[in-house]
């Protein structure tokens, strides 16, 4: 089992830039992750996915050139760093662990952490 818990959310104005954490209970070598988000009122949809050795990063349309995935094996832990934030990026933020790459749906990952909330005001 790998517990994964996420922070770092917040409530900010657009235009400004955060990172979200996700750190493992254990060794995330082996596993390709992700994030996921899911905005108010709406289904969780894919936002990032990274190869287990980070060498290979795939984006949602939506986010590409404004959000950048990455991972620390050494340390456990993914993250997101998030830049010119937009109204609609407002939504829990979710990461996850998985066992292929790219996997942009939700039954491709097995471990997922309980999320991490960001409002962005415009």
């Known amino acids: 089992q790998l517990k994964l818990v996420e922070s770092g959310g917040g409530l900010l104005q657009a235009g400004n830039s955060l990172r979200l954490t996700c750190a493992a209970s254990g060794d995330i070598i082996a596993y390709p992750m992700g994030w996921f988000r899911q905005p108010p009122g709406k289904e969780r949809e894919f936002v990032a996915a990274i190869s287990w050795s980070g060498a290979s990063e795939y984006y949602d349309e939506s986010v590409k050139g404004r959000f950048t995935i990455s991972r620390d094996n050494g340390m456990n832990t993914l993250y997101l760093q998030m830049d010119s934030l937009k109204s609609e990026d407002t939504a829990v933020y979710y990461c996850?662990?998985?066992?292929?790459?790219?996997?942009?749906?939700?039954?491709?990952?097995?471990?997922w952490g309980q999320g991490t909330l960001v409002t962005v005001s415009s």
């Open positions: 996850a662990a998985g066992s292929r790459f790219p996997a942009t749906t939700e039954r491709q990952y097995t471990y």
